[in-house]
């Protein structure tokens, strides 16, 4: 049989498509329903319509989802699920397919006979996707036909009609952003993969895959990027794929059980780093701010952790306890529930707010858990050893923390003394922190800045890498111990730590995470020199802020500064040619001096230190005219995976990833 074939008689039809009206104020302020008008935004797109497909799968009528970047740039999506309804809606007098597309909140999500639970529960998904594309086209194959309808800007102006015959059966979604809404409309194939990768993973057995079609993107060998994600192992095989370049303790934990139609899935297993990575999905939705699932699962974890180790006499008696910060040291974890109505913050679904679910998880955690434990005594007295490390360290970090406290208290103040800081009385959104390398460069810095709302914070050298130490070591580093205080709002998590019932401390270790109210500094800006171990520099401070600082990057608080590589100059005129940007050189050489360049200064600066206070002022620091990066995190799990194989401990996956990728190396130091 054709995997197209139609094989599900079910009744699936017009009058089942549930409406709540309006689709002009999409386009009005798109923003507020995919979240923004930029590279996000756009990707966003692509997630409404495939999660379309995926709720297809959910439901038991779909295998494949095949995505395609078009040859034209636009987007592809073929399921082969049941077809959106084509027969007429009695309410709307229009097609089914046309009611679903054009009409907000006009889906089948809305009837549980259709979708016992969805991700695009909002029903707004396909048709905000119209209201934004300049072109979308919907195909069905259904009852033996081919149909066709298309739109522009979430209007109709071909209606639907039958194009052929067929012997297939499913959706397919071709759809071109509007230039007019969005600031880009080139796709991205990894933001993209990323995505398909990881849906596949958390159904298991569905088989996506990819293709770039874009001349653009013919790679070396003369072929097109192209991928297919399946993975019978679900969720055990996403975990094995976070820690990928970790040395875990064991196989991953698999935890699959329903309790009241809901159904659950985790997966999780402990390795040699000392940060938990947990990741949760509702229904397919990766709920970045956790919610009810997550606490049901942090709750349990710890509970079952304390008592395996009572009960087995690694622990004398109950006076020594594990915190939840302490057990979820090292942890990988991913966690899929499945829930018929969720309750999310937003069409964004950051959050899971259902209340039943917490105890639910916590039942279902703690019973499979402890058995697990139960039946394997050797690996999990390793993760009781590894969980009593992380309360050792995380009591030296706390006097750690109490020192830091005294000291500071003892000379008046807490900021570093070799902070340079900005005038006071300036909205601390309006100003800005250099984080310098050396003190020639502080030097300059201090003399070129602007003192009424710019800071310097000078560093001696590479600081701590962060990736390869506990708290305890890194809070005894003069250097993050300047940088903490300089930047006011602490290191860790927001949340505390609940570990039998009670709240008992957390953060990391020390009672006092990180407060974004506390943030001394609008923007933070990593300066160091244009080479290697500028590089370097900046990637041992990007990584010290995506592990114990995340929520800066998250909020778009944390930048690079791209001094420049090249001074072209001839007279009293002077151009800077800036990384990235280097055939600029040669041109400006001949643009002031001819063809054989004759008077013509060319100054490569190998450092800060090398420039002037006016020339950083110019190049780096002046608003008007520097050149600075806004680092993001599109993708927790990604950039995780990142910044352990570039800093962690395991060597080949770092030497292929630099074999790999070595052709795109500029700017190498001699």
Sequence with gaps: MNEFEEVNKETYSADTITVLKGLEAVRMRPAMYIGDIG???LHHLVNEVVDNSIDEALAGHCTRVDVEITQDGGISVLDNGRGIPVDLHKEENKPGVEVAMTILHAGGKFDKGNYKVSGGLHGVGVSCVNALSKQMITEVYKHGKHYRIEFEKGKTVKNLEIVGES??????????PDPEIFETTVYNYETIAHRLRVLAFLNKGLLITLKDNRQSSVKEDGTLPSDEFIYEGGLVEFVKYIDENKKSIGEPIYIEKTIDDYPLEVALSWNDTYRENIESYVNNIHTIEGGTHEEGFKSALTRVINKYALDSKIFKNDKMKLSGSDVREGLTAVISIKVMEPQFEGQTKTKLGNGEITGIVQ??????????????????????????????????????????????AFEGGSMPAKLYDCMKGTNPMDCELFIVEGDSAGGSAVDGRDIKYQAILPLRGKILNVEKARLDKMLANEEIKSLINAIGTGIGENEADYPNGTNNEGNGGGGDGFALEKLRYGKIICMADADVDGAHISTLLLTFFFRYMPELIKRGHVFIA??????????????????????LKDSLVAELGGEDG????????????EMNPEQLKDTTLDPEKRVIKKINIEDAVEADRIFTMLMGDEVPPRKDFIIERCHFAQNIDA
Excluded at 167 to 172: D, F, L, P, Q, S
Excluded at 381 to 389: A, G, L, N, P, S
């Design 39 to 41: 590279t996000r935004g």
């Design 167 to 176: 012997n297939i059966r499913g959706t397919r979604q071709t759809f071109y």
């Design 363 to 408: 039942s279902v955690v703690y019973e499979k858990l402890l058995e697990w434990m139960d039946e394997n005594p050797r690996i999990a007295r390793m993760i009781v050893d590894k969980c009593t490390e992380a309360l050792r360290a995380r009591e030296a970090a706390r006097k750690a923390k109490d020192m830091i406290r005294r000291k500071s």
């Design 562 to 583: 791209m001094p420049p590589l090249y001074k072209v100059s001839k007279g009293k005129v002077s151009h800077y040619v800036y990384p990235g940007n280097e055939e």
């Design 598 to 609: 004759k008077g013509v200064q060319v100054q490569r600066y190998k450092g800060l230190g």
